[in-house]
């Protein structure tokens, strides 16, 4: 009986995504491989980080090994980065690509092109690779390990995972109903949006 009347939309994505990363020297190469390894995911809670991957991964008959709850997807990052586990979960957004050139689009590469790697590096408050700005949970650990691209790798994504919603119940008074969604709709066209 749940009606959604908005949906957020982020970098022009209605959806966003889980990722599973292994180290780039990881002898893990394909999703079969994750079966028996030690798996890091922030915490039972999150959508992305264990949710999402763990019904995933159920459905593709993939049983990871010893599983490790890091306490955030910051730290999912941070134990493939150390070596703590063999491959972990978190959010992905997808790169911001070269001004000119097609936006990601589903189906792409989910990581920045191999070619690029040995450039990233932490850019202003940005993690650059060329041209192309990483925006997933690996750029959040830039400052204390400026080299994570280098060392971590986007193996995989699990399927999307729709935005957060405003959504109203049977029993909301429509009257209200309406004055909020007339009140962001104004509101979304103001510069105090962005």
């Not at 889980?18 to 190469?29: E, N």
Request: charged fraction near 20%.
């Amino acid at each position: 009986g749940v009606d959604v009347a908005f949906k957020a939309v982020r970098r022009g994505y209605g959806v966003y995504w889980a990722q599973v990363l292994v180290a780039r020297d990881s002898d893990i190469k394909t999703v079969e491989d994750l079966n028996g390894k030690k798996w890091g995911y922030p915490d039972a809670g999150s959508t992305s980080g264990f949710q999402v991957p763990s019904a995933w991964m159920t459905e593709l008959g993939i049983v990871p090994g010893e599983t490790v709850e890091t306490g955030g997807h910051n730290q999912s990052v941070a134990a493939v980065y150390n070596g703590d586990v063999d491959f972990s979960t978190s959010f992905f957004s997808p790169p911001a690509k070269p001004e000119g050139e097609t936006p990601w689009q589903v189906g792409d590469a989910p990581d920045v092109p191999d070619d690029l790697v040995s450039e990233c590096a932490v850019v202003g408050e940005d993690l650059m690779c060329g041209g192309w700005e990483v925006l997933d949970a690996r750029a959040n650990i830039r400052t204390e390990a400026p080299d994570v691209i280098q060392k971590v790798k986007i193996l995989a994504l699990p399927p999307a995972i729709p935005n957060a919603t405003l959504s109203f119940g049977p029993d909301f008074p429509a009257e209200v109903r309406a004055q909020i969604e007339q009140a962001l709709i104004v509101f979304s066209k103001t510069e105090a949006w962005m």
